[in-house]
């Protein structure tokens, strides 16, 4: 990338002027490439010599006036390097450099954009993981194509990524027997027998239509178990398979397919919980104390120990959580990612505790946390609560906007901030709908393929990209340049959002060229040929971009 190249040159540009002035262990600083706020200003700008300036024991302006020097010795593609204000260094790119983007875009084709940074490096990536207790609802639904998203761009920087889904079906899991409880008490109630409800229960239509095709299904079988755990947990089991089928094909109809469903239950029936909270013991980490097990947490800056099995022989999530993070290390991945929800954000600094107390190194774990969303429908906000049974789930989402749109709008904002999904612009056919105008510029670059086509158009037979100076072309071609540094500092950033933001400004920059450069002129063959070119880099790098997204590129809307 030739950010990497600039970058690389300033650095020896610095050092050569740090020793000309006989300065030892001259320790290089962050450099930092901005794009100025306008053309006229240079295509790339560093404030570099105001950072180094003390170390450097210069002033700031002199120098930026030594490294500018250096830079026009250097064999990058520049046109000039000038000084500004106090001591901003702005880099002008030679033409050539704007044109060579075009050719290496065509060239590259699908590899545009793609580095191998990440090589060597094995990732997991485990998102959503929704407790199998219903459909995949919107507050579960961010989580999905963000980390699918995250997953791509890893691999497209050139990680190995794996892809994995946590199922929450162990025994002792709170939400599962709550469930397992409501959809026993649908049963019965099915049956006819009178019981009162769950008060922490799943109101939703789904548990009652579960309960009656139990009663329908078994008739009076299983109507004289105990209201326990363990009769609420054969209830569970007896629906978590269904649960699960559904999530896995409406996140394949998302978009989504994972590597890995992993389940809670395997850590049990492995014995992977009860080694674990051996081993614990064993070098001193987990302790008793009134007949229950702890984890020494608090150590580790966690606000008390935690209960790893409890005084009557259940272990808690938290032995689960330990034994899952040894089964993901035993499966030697590099960096493990989790992405949670809202609802676990508080949960984080106890499972740092947690992994560091079982002695795991922190450096190789990640934990991203996602905001809310907001579900607005004609300027008002949709209210919903899953325990009353007022879901709107993932399938009702793609069913009404379609999943191009709906992972678009999902992606559109920082996953640190809240969201407010608006539903009706999520509708709408026209510029409002941001993924409509993205989509769009990929249709309209087909089309006028389509339109040479059909008029037996005849373009030259290589384009001469030399051509290619008016000020709209050259700010498209400046876009497209900068797509392998946004792609390898979304991935760095785990923030899809900067692919969509840029997104959304190279498509204006490409309906600005469209409307004031005639791309099909028969009068100039050779201009023709070169715009051509250039549109048909722009619809490259769309494409790969919406790809890296989960997002089609459609040849026609």
């Not at 053309?39 to 105001?50: H, R, V, Y």
């Not at 008793?288 to 947490?297: I, K, M, P, S």
Request: net charge negative; charged share 25%.
């Amino acid at each position: 990338m030739i950010r990497d190249r600039i970058e690389e040159a300033l650095g020896e540009a610095l050092r050569e002027v740090a020793e000309a002035e006989g300065i030892a262990d001259f320790e290089l600083p962050e450099i930092e490439l901005t794009a100025p706020p306008s053309p006229e200003m240079g295509d790339f700008s560093t404030n570099i010599a105001l950072v180094a300036a003390k170390q450097a024991n210069m002033p700031p302006r002199q120098l930026a006036e030594a490294i500018a020097e250096q830079l026009r010795k250097s064999k990058l593609p520049l046109e000039k390097v000038e000084v500004a204000g106090p001591g901003f260094i702005n880099m002008f790119m030679a033409s050539s450099w704007f044109t060579d983007t075009v050719a290496e875009i065509l060239e590259s084709g699908q590899r545009y954009g793609r580095s191998s940074v990440g090589a060597g490096t094995k990732v997991q990536v485990e998102f959503v993981s929704a407790n199998p207790v219903g459909p995949i609802h919107i507050g579960n639904a961010r989580a999905a194509p963000f980390g699918d998203c995250v997953a791509a761009m890893l691999e497209a920087t050139g990680h190995e990524v794996e892809r994995e889904y946590y199922v929450n079906d162990g025994p002792y899991n709170t939400q599962a027997l709550n469930f397992g409880r409501s959809i026993q008490a649908r049963y019965l109630q099915a049956l006819g027998r009178e019981v009162e409800f769950p008060e922490d229960g799943y109101h939703g239509d789904y548990v009652t239509e579960m309960g009656q095709g139990l009663a329908n299904e078994h008739g009076e079988k299983y109507a004289d178990l105990p209201l326990d755990d363990e009769a609420a947990y054969k209830f569970f089991s007896f629906l978590v398979g269904e649960i699960v089928q559904q999530a896995q094909q409406d996140l394949q109809d998302f978009g989504i397919e994972f590597d890995v469903w992993f389940t809670e239950k395997s850590l049990y029936d492995n014995g992977d919980i009860e080694r674990e909270i051996a081993g614990l013991t064993g070098k001193g980490m987990a302790y008793e104390n009134e007949g229950a097990t702890w984890l020494r947490t608090e150590d580790f800056g966690d606000e008390s120990d935690r209960v790893l099995v409890r005084s009557d022989g259940r272990p808690t999530y938290i032995a689960a959580d330990a034994a899952y993070a040894a089964n993901k290390f035993a499966r030697g991945f590099d960096r493990l990612i989790y992405i949670f929800g809202p609802d676990h954000a508080g949960y984080v600094p106890r499972l740092q505790a947690v992994l560091a107390a079982c002695g795991f190194d922190l450096e190789r774990v990640e934990i991203i946390v996602y905001q809310n969303v907001r579900l607005i429908r004609g300027g008002e906000t949709v209210k919903l609560a899953k325990r009353k049974g007022q879901i709107y789930s993932v399938r009702d989402l793609i069913d009404e906007v379609g999943s191009d749109v709906a992972r678009f709008f999902f992606l559109m904002r920082s996953n640190d901030s809240h969201l407010d999904f608006d539903l009706d612009l999520a509708v709408k056919q026209s510029d409002e709908n941001p993924v409509y105008y993205v989509q769009y510029a990929h249709a309209r670059i087909c089309s006028i393929a389509k339109q040479a086509e059909a008029r037996d158009f005849e373009f030259a037979p290589e384009p001469q990209l030399s051509l290619l100076a008016d000020p709209f072309e050259t700010a498209l071609m400046r876009k497209l340049a900068d797509y392998p540094h946004e792609l390898q500092r979304a991935a760095e950033a785990r923030a899809p959002h900067r692919l969509t933001t840029y997104l959304r400004e190279l498509t204006q920059l490409f309906h600005q060229f469209y409307t004031n450069c005639q791309v099909l002129n028969a009068d100039d063959i050779a201009m023709s040929t070169a715009r051509m070119a250039l549109a048909e880099a722009t619809r490259q790098v769309l494409a790969n971009c919406l790809g890296i997204l989960g997002i089609t590129a459609p040849e026609s809307m």
